[in-house]
Every structure is written in structure tokens, then in C-alpha cells.
């Protein structure tokens, strides 16, 4: 084990002894700093097992106007945009009112992502999010590895949401001014039904990306050159007692691509189950990028996409508020594969 993986192995270890979030106020201030990490290893085909690591550090700051208003500044960073040579994740400005919703304005994702239902998992392989899964195992096909609806976080955006009621929740961002795309426009809706036995969640959400240039969701997807791209995202999520079941979707259709098709459609569902200190999980995932017929702009010929179905289950044991470990197992396409590891964080 090399010298970053033993250090990152150490933070965890001193996480996992137990610690205390930086979390304090003073007068009209309040501060916040939250992080977290995984360590852990992935097995594809009963090969040589693959060292995997994910982590990410927010920081906080409010400051209280009366007690239903407050401005703040959000900073983190994560593994992810580490890895990618990028050193924010989010870095914005905020203004809440209890009564009415939150603005935001800065470096960060847009509301429809923000808003977007995940399918229940258990494991640390981020399947609701940049799989760590799909990144590791190389499957060398084009994959829409998530159902929520996303512009990047890259570029300069304004979210705008409601509060959340009875009625639901709305959002909306205006985004631009960055190398990927010209503009974004991204709104989205979601209600919540906490109460009773039966406990639900809708959400659904469309985004417009004004002429894309060379924009990449994912590093392991194809960078997107076009007219234009459209969005549809929804989904569900219901609890009964222990058991959280889920199912979503997300279209995407871009005009007129250039040399390889990045769009299609990725449908998931997924349940889980939580028995005292342990969960479980089923999920099951299905990306199609072969939906549409496109035509290259410049050579004129057809091009192709890849259907992929992953398999994932996952069993989760948490120790205390700070620890927990976990293993993961299934397949992705053709490629059957098994992960462990242990999360800790404060």
C-alpha cells in the first residue's frame, strides 16, 4: 500500500474511533464543516481486486438576520473533482427564508439535480451519483449511469426553490457562461407525503442546454457536441415501516451530436430494508443509448449506441454514528464484480 492510500487509510481509521462535527455558533454566526470517507476494495471477474476511495468535505457559514432569514457561503470538495484536476465542488452564496425558500448563487449543481430522488442503495459505490461502479470496472461502452436530471456544476447558476409543503416544492436555475454550453435552463417539482403509514415522494424535473461544446457528464461517457440537449427526469419513492422502495427514470435527447451519441434513456428500481444496525438493498439498473438514429454532422453515418444492465446488491452494517461497513456484489453488462469497504465520516 502506497503512501496516500495508507494516510487516507489512517484519516479513516481516527473517524471510525468516533469524532464530533465542527459545528458552532456565536452570536448571529453559525459555522458547519462535515466530512466523510470510504476506503475499500472492488473485484471485477474474481481478478486482481482494485483499491477504491471516495470522500468529501463541506464547509458552512451562516449568518442569522432574524430567526426565519439567514445569508451563508457553502464550500466543498470531493474525490471526484479531485481526480478530474478540479479543486470545487460547490462554492456558492445563499439567502433562505423559512417562510418562502432559498436562492443560490455560484458553483454548484442545478435544482433539478438537488431535487432528484435516488433509488434505494445501501453500499458506497455512489450508484446515484458518478458511479464509482461504472468508473472502476471500464466497461468501454457509453452509459448514463444515473436517473437524475444534471448541467454539470461547473458554471456560474442561480437555484431558486420554494419551501417545502403540502402543496410541493418547486425550483428552478438559470445557468451559463462557462467553455461547456452556452445556457441551461433546469425547473423541477417534488412532493413529499411524510406522514401516515405509508410514506412518498414524487419528483419530477426537464432541463434545456443551449449548443453543448465538448460538455461531459461523466468520465466515463462521451463528451457531447450539439444543437442542443433536453432532459425529462422523474421519479418515486415509497416507506412502509423498514422497507424504502424506489423507481426512476431520466430521457435525454441532444440535436444533431457529433461523433458519438451520448443520449438514450436509464430506467432503475430498487428496495431496501432496515434491521436494526444492518440494511440490505436490491437495485437494478438499465441504460440504453441506442434510441434515436443519429447521423454525424460531418461524416453523415449512423451511429451506435450500447444497452447496459447492472445488478447490485447490497448489505450495510453500521457501527456507530460515525462507522459502518459494507459489501456489494452483481453485475454490470457482462462483468460480475464484488466490493467491501468501511465509511466513516462526522
Same mark, same amino acid.
Given at each position: 500500500?502506497?503512501?496516500?492510500?495508507?494516510?487516507?487509510?489512517?484519516?479513516?481509521?481516527?473517524?471510525?474511533?468516533?469524532?464530533?462535527?465542527?459545528?458552532?455558533?456565536?452570536?448571529?454566526?453559525?459555522?458547519?464543516?462535515?466530512?466523510?470517507?470510504?476506503?475499500?476494495?472492488?473485484?471485477?471477474?474474481? $481478478?486482481?481486486?482494485?483499491?477504491?476511495n471516495?470522500?468529501?468535505?463541506?464547509?458552512?457559514?451562516?449568518?442569522?438576520?432574524?430567526?426565519?432569514?439567514?445569508?451563508g457561503?457553502?464550500?466543498?470538495?470531493?474525490?471526484?473533482?479531485?481526480?478530474?484536476? $478540479?479543486?470545487?465542488?460547490?462554492?456558492?452564496?445563499?439567502?433562505?427564508d423559512?417562510?418562502?425558500?432559498?436562492?443560490?448563487?455560484?458553483?454548484?449543481?442545478?435544482?433539478?439535480?438537488k431535487?432528484g430522488?435516488?433509488?434505494?442503495?445501501?453500499?458506497y459505490?455512489?450508484?446515484?451519483?458518478k458511479?464509482i461502479?461504472?468508473?472502476?470496472?471500464?466497461?468501454?461502452?457509453?452509459l448514463i449511469?444515473d436517473?437524475?436530471?444534471?448541467?454539470?456544476?461547473?458554471?456560474?447558476?442561480?437555484?431558486?426553490?420554494?419551501?417545502?409543503?403540502?402543496?410541493?416544492?418547486?425550483?428552478?436555475?438559470?445557468?451559463?457562461?462557462?467553455?461547456?454550453?452556452?445556457?441551461?435552463?433546469?425547473?423541477?417539482?417534488?412532493?413529499?407525503?411524510?406522514?401516515?403509514?405509508?410514506?412518498?415522494?414524487?419528483?419530477?424535473a426537464?432541463?434545456?442546454?443551449?449548443?453543448?461544446?465538448?460538455?461531459?457528464?461523466?468520465?466515463?461517457?462521451?463528451?457531447?457536441?450539439? +444543437?442542443?440537449?433536453?432532459?425529462?427526469?422523474?421519479g418515486?419513492?415509497?416507506?412502509?415501516?423498514?422497507?424504502?422502495?424506489?423507481l426512476?427514470?431520466?430521457?435525454?435527447?441532444?440535436?444533431?451530436p457529433?461523433?458519438?451519441?451520448? +443520449?438514450?434513456?436509464?430506467?432503475?428500481?430498487?428496495?431496501?430494508?432496515d434491521?436494526?444496525?444492518?440494511?440490505?438493498?436490491?437495485?437494478?439498473?438499465?441504460?440504453?443509448?441506442?434510441?434515436?438514429?443519429?447521423?454525424d454532422?460531418?461524416?453523415?453515418?449512423?451511429m451506435?449506441?450500447?444497452?447496459?444492465?447492472?445488478?447490485?446488491?447490497?448489505f450495510?452494517?453500521k457501527?456507530?454514528?460515525?462507522?459502518?461497513?459494507?459489501?456489494?456484489?452483481?453485475?454490470?453488462?457482462?462483468?460480475?464484480?464484488?466490493?467491501?469497504?468501511?465509511?466513516?465520516?462526522?
Amino acid at each position: 500500500m502506497n503512501m496516500k492510500k495508507t494516510a487516507l487509510f489512517t484519516i479513516m481509521c481516527t473517524f471510525a474511533t468516533g469524532a464530533n462535527a465542527l459545528d458552532f455558533k456565536t452570536g448571529n454566526w453559525s459555522f458547519k464543516l462535515d466530512a466523510d470517507g470510504m476506503v475499500g476494495f472492488l473485484e471485477p471477474k474474481r $481478478e486482481k481486486p482494485i483499491f477504491i476511495n471516495d470522500w468529501d468535505v463541506k464547509g458552512q457559514i451562516f449568518y442569522n438576520l432574524n430567526r426565519t432569514q439567514r445569508f451563508g457561503t457553502v464550500y466543498s470538495i470531493d474525490a471526484d473533482c479531485v481526480e478530474d484536476d $478540479e479543486y470545487v465542488h460547490d462554492a456558492f452564496v445563499l439567502f433562505e427564508d423559512r417562510n418562502y425558500g432559498r436562492a443560490e448563487f455560484g458553483l454548484t449543481h442545478s435544482i433539478a439535480r438537488k431535487m432528484g430522488l435516488g433509488l434505494p442503495d445501501v453500499g458506497y459505490l455512489r450508484i446515484n451519483n458518478k458511479s464509482i461502479l461504472h468508473k472502476k470496472l471500464n466497461l468501454k461502452k457509453v452509459l448514463i449511469s444515473d436517473t437524475a436530471a444534471t448541467t454539470g456544476h461547473e458554471v456560474l447558476r442561480l437555484n431558486l426553490a420554494t419551501v417545502s409543503t403540502d402543496y410541493g416544492q418547486y425550483g428552478l436555475s438559470l445557468s451559463g457562461g462557462g467553455d461547456d454550453y452556452n445556457y441551461a435552463i433546469d425547473g423541477a417539482f417534488k412532493i413529499k407525503q411524510p406522514h401516515g403509514k405509508i410514506k412518498s415522494a414524487y419528483y419530477v424535473a426537464v432541463s434545456y442546454m443551449d449548443k453543448p461544446e465538448k460538455y461531459t457528464e461523466n468520465s466515463f461517457s462521451p463528451d457531447v457536441t450539439a +444543437d442542443w440537449r433536453g432532459q425529462i427526469a422523474t421519479g418515486i419513492n415509497l416507506q412502509y415501516n423498514s422497507f424504502i422502495w424506489g423507481l426512476s427514470g431520466r430521457l435525454i435527447y441532444d440535436k444533431n451530436p457529433i461523433i458519438k451519441t451520448a +443520449d438514450g434513456f436509464i430506467a432503475g428500481t430498487g428496495i431496501s430494508y432496515d434491521l436494526l444496525k444492518s440494511s440490505i438493498s436490491l437495485t437494478y439498473l438499465f441504460s440504453d443509448t441506442n434510441l434515436w438514429t443519429h447521423r454525424d454532422k460531418i461524416t453523415n453515418e449512423k451511429m451506435s449506441g450500447d444497452n447496459i444492465h447492472t445488478i447490485l446488491a447490497s448489505f450495510r452494517y453500521k457501527y456507530n454514528e460515525y462507522a459502518s461497513v459494507f459489501m456489494s456484489g452483481g453485475f454490470a453488462d457482462t462483468t460480475p464484480f464484488f466490493a467491501v469497504g468501511i465509511k466513516a465520516g462526522f
